[in-house]
């Protein structure tokens, strides 16, 4: 048991250098190029993402808000599954739900912008959709795309926000309801189905 903390001890801090090295030399170009980086599979990692936007390593909460923003630059997701990865090495974690929280939204003109968890701010546009999901319990759940196949959940206090906003229109013959941004249309709901719950 303790050679498997050492173990992993070593992987968590030889990760935290090489993150800390990528992010340094992508300092001037913005994110470290991890589409760019295949190294070899070397394993899982005891870490997940909670749905709420906690990191959790060995299921202790990571405290370091600096720690957990520099693993979010070398997060890629691929074949349905999430790794942190480095230009040597790819070690996969479990994400609840997105790896990313939208928890703030500020609107400038017809455009939205929304601020992640780990304080990157994301503008709603072509690039970088809203899509709204069927939820459990709660009705629709908003995702935001933040890059590379990842995702950030919206909290509910900003999807009742964009309801606010919310408009109809025509789409392929179908009165849909959403919320424009950036001259684009996300739509939510069938605008009859807004209706009935209002």
Known sequence: MAN?????????DGLTSAAQAAAGAAKAKGLPPVHLW??????????????DGTW???GTPIGRPA?????????KHEDGKHFLVTPVEK???????????AVEMQREGDTLRFRTNVDDWVTCD??????????????????LHVRANLWAK???PIYYDLVELGEERDIDGRTMFGVASASEFFAMSDAS??????
């Open 154 to 156: 919206v909290v509910r």
């Open 4 to 12: 498997q903390r050492q173990e992993a001890t070593r992987t968590l």
């Open 38 to 51: 295949n190294p070899p599979f070397c394993g899982d990692l005891d870490m997940r993402i909670a749905r």
């Open 91 to 101: 070690v996969g974690i479990v994400v609840e739900d997105a790896p990313f929280v």
């Open 56 to 58: 959790f390593y060995q």
């Open 126 to 143: 072509a690039e970088h959709r809203l899509r709204f999901a069927p939820g459990a319990e709660d009705g629709l759940v908003p995702y």
């Open 193 to 198: 189905v807004v209706r009935a719950a209002r």
């Open 67 to 75: 720690l957990v923003r520099l693993f979010s630059t070398i997060l």
